[in-house]
């Protein structure tokens, strides 16, 4: 379980994230949503250690992300809005290298490689360097490096963006198959169908601070709307009563 409370985030004068506060539970996907420097990027960044707030906390399963960082990120599987390969490295070998900066069990390694391989459809690719990969079979790669320490809790920065329609559906099938886990998925995206099919909790950012939340339904009727994107735009653009 992921829990934000209170977080705040300031850049010199640019106030990135204001009060946020919300929970992302176990067995659940939960949808971070706002348009670009809403403050959604600078919240998961927090998450994944890559930045510390300047106050509130960011909890993962319990374990404070601000005094515990190396703790919570082993608690956690990211992909982040930047992919960051190693050219000469292999699919394999990306793999292989982030089980190992995690621990994974080196004697459960092989065998949890190739299940992410068959499980994400690598097998032409996974002895192929990655200098050249289309942005699907790039993401295929982050994604399986992302799962291979079988993390309770994973966040996905925009995990379909630049995909063809079978690898969309891919990654939207291990996203459902990781609820059944029992895991907390927390991703943010700005297709609103996605949201809508994939979502058991939303969350609306604007301007650093949250606007709605709750589920599909209840976030179009606090904008008294019958479609997400349009009750999305409304509590963006500050039109309910």
């Known amino acids: 379980m992921i829990e934000v409370k209170?977080?705040?985030k300031s850049f010199a004068e640019i106030k990135a994230v204001k009060d946020v506060s919300f929970t992302a539970n176990n067995g659940q996907v939960t949808g971070l949503l706002g348009p670009n420097g809403a403050g959604k990027s600078t919240t998961l960044r927090i998450l994944y250690g890559l930045l510390t707030q300047d106050s509130g906390s960011a909890l993962v399963?319990?374990?404070?992300i601000k005094s515990d960082r190396l703790g919570a990120q082993q608690k956690i599987g990211v992909l982040p809005d930047s992919h960051g390969l190693y050219i000469r490295l292999t699919a394999r070998e990306h793999i292989y290298y982030f089980g190992r900066l995690h621990k994974f069990d080196e004697d459960k390694l092989e065998s949890q490689t190739n299940e992410l391989i068959k499980l994400l459809d690598m097998q032409s690719i996974a002895d192929r360097r990655v200098e050249g990969f289309s942005q699907g079979e790039r993401m295929k790669v982050c994604l399986?490096?992302?799962l291979v320490h079988n993390?309770?809790?994973v966040l996905l920065d925009e995990p379909t963006n630049g995909l063809d329609v079978m690898t969309t559906r891919t990654v939207r099938e291990i996203i459902e198959e990781l609820k059944t886990k029992n895991i907390a998925v927390l991703f943010s995206s700005h297709l609103m169908h996605e949201v809508s099919?994939?979502?058991d909790h939303i969350v609306i950012v604007s301007e650093g601070s949250i606007v709605a939340s709750g589920t599909t339904d209840e976030i179009r009727?606090?904008?008294?709307?019958d479609n997400l994107e349009d009750a999305f735009v409304k509590l963006v653009e500050g039109g309910v009563n």
């Open 221 to 225: 009727a606090a904008a008294g709307e």
């Open 6 to 8: 209170s977080l705040y």
């Open 151 to 153: 993390p309770p809790n």
């Open 61 to 64: 399963d319990d374990i404070d």
């Open 144 to 146: 399986a490096r992302s």
């Open 197 to 199: 099919r994939l979502c």
